[in-house]
């Protein structure tokens, strides 16, 4: 489905991914995990062909994304679902707009059914009521809902999440863990989450991913706990400060 | 020591080069933008009530004392050789041919192209471009395209609204305060305007809305880094386009005139 093969990318002067191969398989869940400013973002960006790399390829379903035509490249994003970090939301637009933006320029839904839509899709990021704020009107996790909605609102395949649920309480967070393993079951989603949210995400992924020193190191995720020896992801995953990463 | 120079100038030049031919495939991707459709009508709307609706006031009153503070000037000029009659013509010109547009342009540039600069900034950086992209919308056609050509459009109106309240401007000072007639005024006017600078006119100001547009809008989607990336690239888009305004203005009026 998705692999990354040796990808390389240096910013502002530091290798930020210097090694990075990575398997996702149809249906499967990946989380990425990592010390803050590990590249998690830098290689979510990658993946979406917001970011060229220096070296090493990322296919997807055979195709490479690295030399594909903005034709191409386009019709692959049509599948995505991606959530950034900061929500990206228009914030000239109302929340309403936000989410039928793309409904109207992408799809051929009447305004009834868009409206449907949204409403549906609202209610299930527990939402419903907001449609006439702008997005600076919002508290930040109700931001992150939002963008939540509008990756989801175009049925995407392969969905990328960066820290979906950083900024939400525990219980509205767990609720949206809980979504996500719902929709992947049903709809045989793919997706890579960028997550801190540690033992909880463990319980709706397959597989760990842990970016390292511009390294992956992968572990297996079976019944909510991970399966590895692995020093390094055992030490980030219990947080403690001895281990054979030193923290300054 | 001379090869170094040599070569940090053939770096610098390159580097020129580059983005002078970065932002120049920016303007034609964002061109051909109007003649591959769907154009986004609804944007342009509201990208001209951004740009010129809210210039108005700004625009009248500025129109008004530049057309004023020409009759004063002009008419002391004019009454030491004797053609005080000559004022209407004077201001007209003056405003039609020339101050008009090139006034109109930088006061615009300063109040809307620093807002479109900061506000594409602001996408850029938080990520707003990038999502728009990554859901199959180009950023050129629902963002660019629109401001470049509400800003062609309001940059002519707005300069047509500087003209017309400048002469007015222009007509309370030099007859109502200095006490030339009405007719004499007006009709002055009437026999010395050409077509031709009318159209001159025209003609500036539409490139000049859409050098403002270009170079804010570019500035603004190739930004640094950060609120200080921010505040940079709505520096230079204001201090490029108004050096750009007037260095075209003059090679335009050699040509047209
Ligand atoms: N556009 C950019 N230009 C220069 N450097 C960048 C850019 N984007 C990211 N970086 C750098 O790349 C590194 C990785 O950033 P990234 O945002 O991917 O971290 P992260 O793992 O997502 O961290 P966090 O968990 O805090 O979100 C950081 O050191 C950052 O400074
Ligand atoms: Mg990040």
């Known amino acids: 489905m998705i692999r990354i093969e040796n990808l390389e990318k240096k910013l502002a002067g530091s290798e930020v991914l210097r090694n990075v191969s990575l398997q996702v398989e149809k249906g499967e869940f990946v989380a990425l995990i990592g010390g803050s400013g590990s590249g998690k973002s830098v290689l979510l960006k ?3 062909g917001l970011m060229q790399p220096d070296a090493g390829h990322i296919w997807l379903d055979g195709v490479d994304l690295c030399s594909a035509r903005k034709k191409t490249l386009e019709k692959i994003r049509r599948r995505y679902g991606f959530v950034f970090q900061g929500g990206a939301l228009f914030d000239s637009m109302t929340i309403y707009e936000n989410l039928a933006f793309p409904l109207e320029e992408k799809t051929r839904l009447s305004e009834v059914e868009i409206k449907e839509k949204i409403a549906k899709t609202l209610e299930q990021v527990e939402l419903a009521g907001v449609e006439s704020k702008y997005p600076a009107q919002l508290s930040g996790g109700m931001v992150k809902r939002t963008a939540l909605a509008r990756a989801i609102i175009m049925d995407p395949e392969i969905i ?9 309480d525990p219980i509205i967070a767990d609720s949206m863990l809980k979504l996500f393993d719902a929709f992947r079951k049903r709809l045989n989603l793919t997706g890579i989450i960028v997550s801190h949210r540690i033992p909880q995400i463990f319980s709706i992924v397959q597989k760990v991913a842990m970016l390292h020193k511009g390294m992956i190191i992968t572990a297996p995720c079976e019944n909510g706990s991970i399966n590895t020896e692995n020093e390094i992801i055992r030490q980030f995953v219990e947080g403690t400060i001895e281990g054979p990463v030193q923290y300054e | 020591m001379l090869v170094k120079l040599v070569l940090w100038l053939g770096g610098f030049g390159t580097h020129r ?4 031919g970065r932002s120049g495939i920016f303007l034609v991707e964002s061109l051909a933008c109007l003649v591959t459709p769907p154009v986004k009508w609804g944007r342009i709307v509201k990208r001209v009530q951004f740009i010129g609706w809210q210039s108005t006031g700004l625009i009248c009153l500025t129109g008004a004392f530049t057309g004023m503070v020409l009759a004063l000037q002009g008419y002391s000029t004019l009454k030491r050789v004797g053609s005080e009659a000559l004022l209407g ?6 405003l039609i041919r020339e101050l008009g ?5 930088l006061l615009v540039t300063g109040r809307a192209g620093s807002a479109l600069t900061a506000e594409i900034s602001i996408m850029r950086n938080n990520e707003q471009i990038d999502a728009m992209e990554l859901m199959g919308l180009n950023p050129l056609r629902y963002l660019v395209l629109p401001t470049m050509v509400a800003g062609v459009i309001s940059m002519t109106i707005l300069t047509w609204i500087f003209d017309v309240v400048g002469i007015f401007g222009g007509y309370l000072i030099g007859v109502k305060l200095l006490g030339l007639p009405t007719g004499t005024y007006f009709g002055e006017i009437s026999r010395y305007l050409e077509m031709d600078d009318i159209t001159g006119g025209i003609y500036k100001s539409l490139s000049f809305g859409l050098i403002m547009t270009w170079i804010c809008c570019y500035k603004g989607y190739f930004t640094g880094l950060g609120a200080e990336g921010a505040s940079k ?5 204001v201090v490029t386009t108004s050096v750009f305004i007037l260095i075209w203005d003059f090679f335009i009026t050699s040509v047209i005139f």
Do not use: C, K, N, Y
Not at chain 2, 101 to 105: D, E, F, M, N, S
Not at chain 2, 233 to 237: D, E, G, I, P, V
């Open chain 1, 46 to 48: 990658h993946i979406a």
């Open chain 1, 160 to 168: 990328f999440f960066d820290e979906p649920t950083t900024g939400l």
């Open chain 2, 17 to 20: 080069l580059r983005r002078l």
């Open chain 2, 89 to 94: 013509p004077l201001v007209a010109l003056s």
């Open chain 2, 101 to 105: 547009p090139v006034l109109a342009a």
């Open chain 2, 233 to 237: 690239a709505t520096t230079q888009a």
